[in-house]
């Protein structure tokens, strides 16, 4: 007998057929936990199993029968932290890279053009230790497959061309121009900064051309990087779709078997603590926007290490607490130093985890006079505070912890089932740290309380190994202030006096009171029937002259929840007047003020409510556990006019939030506020920002006082809708109002405004003079129905972006969209720009319709009929929970002059009919012979116009230029 020769096996292999291929790699795969395993919520149907490959690679199959969608997720363990320290962004970069083709399917934009056919999506992301890359599809035959037989040709043989290199360094470039005027973007990288220089978390993540140097070889170490990284003991995978499990393993063991091993380097410890003993220091930043803030930073061992005995949540609910006497209502009403406090985790990693303090400060503590004295003060009482927390003795302390771990139980049983996509994502990523089993109730089971631990980790929250970053728009930069390098931001560093300003007579603060919203009936009483969102369940009506109340008549969800929306339409006459929207934004701000402690408890409890604003009226929002809904209902409706002449101080900070908040609206992206003032043309009413600003600041407290009474004592017409488990005497209840009653036909008609004939072109200049990005809104508006939009908007999707983003390099944010209003439907291309300018923008989505009308001239039959299918599918997708499915009845209620209820019933059928020559008709007649077009071009602070294309005469249209975008509305209006 010939020995065996590995050669011989390859070959034997290579003549396998795919099902014998099969069945020889399930033989070399182990089962790592199968779905008895699993500690899973009583609410959850899905199947799981964990198999490990014969290539190490682990795999989370996820099947689910009732799901219209299909997801998968692989997570590989490494990310900027891992980047040379001579090539930043190279973990980025070879995110970017892997979506450019492979050997197998060498097409750059194969893999969008094949998603976008199953009406899916996809994306990636780097963070300090993961790269995570994902995709989600519509359910079909042969789908899943398909889509995982390139997903997994990214971990085996990218092409890496030379070609697309400099072009994705460009694309990197354009992400990294787009995050320099976001301050949350600065904020981070200040932090990276005045960390330890020799720690890895200090690398800059993005990456840009200045780090990511053709010239220098950045193909070569990305190669390098990529065959050091991507292999398979250094990577998860999760799968999710309809499929039995063994379908699934099959998919996953003929597709990612053939994935390459490398041999993988121990990860080292870094050496260096993040932050050095510099607790005292504080780093003043000048942020973009109007931003009064102050956090702390602390590093603490990783929460991955101690997830059983994890502390912080314990902290954060001692911390953020709204009694009277607790911190935050000391510092907020009494000293009126801060607006808001918050605490948590802000990042966790393999060896250690950061955690986070950020106070919100209130505007008098924030001017530059006393700034460093209420620095000094709130820092001060805070580690009193902590001291207080420390010292509290073990049954307190356990009495605490275990009412939010009881609470923790009682989630997980009714846990919500998400998104596909979602839930890949964050499990992909969990399995490089958690036990297998465990996966499902990370954060729900299995906590223990540790004093000795909890001791140990509130100890290390002290003064001395803190890192404070104070963001505040009144700080003026001088030559004392120092650059950050990459984005630019101006900082100094200053010395705090600690404890020299510490408020004494508050020594002691008062603790969390016991929570009276726990719920204790989980009973679910109402009838349960199964319903999919293509055939929505007709709700029950309870109609009168002043209100509708639609009541879905069973529930789809076995769970203890229930939602109940209002939506309080107010007198035309009243809310034409743009104060009154002033009037209404502030008195709701300062109610939801009022109801803080009781919105913190009950958020604790799971039970949510929100009160806001439209421009029509506002809009009364509750969900949850439903045992004390209604009781919280009550409360919350019986504080609603609870405002008057006392409340001075609580209108002074309402009003300036919102004065910020418009202010801010002036460093605005340069796309989105194209968008906006395409926003504002289109729609009815719809005031500019700028023409409010002035109105903001003359509002006085007797105003809103005003305006609130004359709500309460006026006449309102009122939209309701109830779902869950709940009776419908509690319904009723729920909905129960003494206002006087108005007709429909008297609230404001929101509409939208219909663009006139022709092309239509506005120039202006960013809002933002820091910014030099550049932004281009185009739109167009539709004479067709709203489903024969969608499709083409889907069928231009991938082609617009490959063209314009990933070939010609136009910016970061490229898309195409569709909008769909009651009385208007839109297409709509969005651009983001730092090298081109707006009218050479303009003139490349141009160029692309006239391309893609001659590509869609020559699609063929099967194309077509994906397209179609893909949105068929996409209509008939089930809900993933409750939440999904009242969102979706109440935007029905909401948006529409009367509820269709079987509407996606209707699309589907009208889509099922549509013809190719149909579709082609259609965009003739939108972009060609009835065009209505509006384009907003918005030029960056450093485009220079004389050096642009000076007219529009490469348009086959002759364009009207507006110059007065306000003037042009009054006319068309």
Known sequence: MKPFRPFNKLKYLNQLSVHSLSRFYTSKTKLLVDNDNFIKSKSDERKYRCVELNNGLQALLISDQSSTDSAASMDVHVGYMSDPKTTPGLAHFCEHMLFL????????????????????????????????????????????????????????????????????????????????????????????????????????????????????????????????????????????????????????ENRFNDVRSSEQEERQKPQHTLFTQNGSKVHLVVPVTNQRRMTLYWEIPSSYNNYKKNVVPLLSHLIEHKHAGGFYHTFKYEQKLINDVSFGTYFTGRWFTIIYLKFELSESASQSDVLLESLSTIRGEFFKYMEQIKNLNEDTMTQYFDEIKNMDLVNFDYLDKTNAVSYVKKLSKRMHHYPINELLSVGYKNHDYDPQHSKYIIGLINSNSCTTIVSNKNLKSDDTYETEPIYGTKYKTVQLEEGSHSVSHFSKYALPHENEYIPQDLSITQLHKDNNRLDRCPPNVHSSVKQIIYRKPFISYKAPYAYCFSHILLDRSLMLDPKSNLYLKIWLAMIREKLCVLSNMSAFAGCYFEVCSAIDGFSILMGGYNDKLNILNKQVRQKLFDINETDKDMFEKNKDDLLRAYRNMYKMQANDYANYLCNFVTTYPFVLFENVLPEVEKVTLSDVCSFVRKVEEGAWYVQNFANGNISDGIVMDVFHSNHKELSKDQVLDVKSVSIPKGVHIYECDAMNTDDNNSGVCVVFQVNSSRISCQLLSRMMKQPFFYQLRTQQQLGYVVSCSSSIRKDAINIRFNILSSAHDPRDVYLRITKFLDDFYQSLLTQDDATFQEFKDAIVNHLSKNYNNMWEESADYWQEICFEDEPQWDRNKQDADTIKNLSKS????????????????????????????????????????????????????????
Do not use: W
């Open 918 to 973: 149909e579709v082609i008709s259609l965009y003739e007649d939108t972009f060609f012979k009835n065009k209505k077009q509006l384009a907003v071009l918005v030029f960056g602070a450093k485009s220079d116009r004389s050096t642009c294309i000076t007219d529009y005469s490469q348009t086959t249209d002759q364009a009207t230029i507006i110059k007065d975008i306000q003037h042009f509305k009054s006319i068309i209006h």
């Open 101 to 252: 083709g492979s050997k197998q399917h060498p097409e750059e934009g194969a893999y969008k053009k094949h998603l976008n056919k199953l009406g899916g999506s996809c994306n990636a992301s780097t963070s300090a230790e993961h790269t995570n890359y994902y995709f989600g599809i519509n359910n079909s035959d042969n789908g899943l497959d398909s889509t995982l037989d390139i997903f997994s040709c990214f971990f085996k043989n990218p092409l890496f061309s030379i070609d697309s290199t400099q072009r994705e360094v460009n694309a990197v470039d354009s992400e990294f121009r787009r995050h320099t005027s976001l301050d949350d973007r600065r904020l981070s990288q200040i932090l990276k900064h005045v960390s330890n220089k020799d720690h890895p978390f200090n690398n800059f993540s993005t990456g840009n051309k200045e780090t990511l140097k053709v010239e220098d070889n950045v193909r070569d170490q990305m190669m390098s990087f990529y065959e050091k990284h991507y292999s398979p003991t250094n990577m998860k995978l999760a799968v999710a779709g309809k499929h039995d499990l063994d379908k699934l393993q099959s998919y996953v």
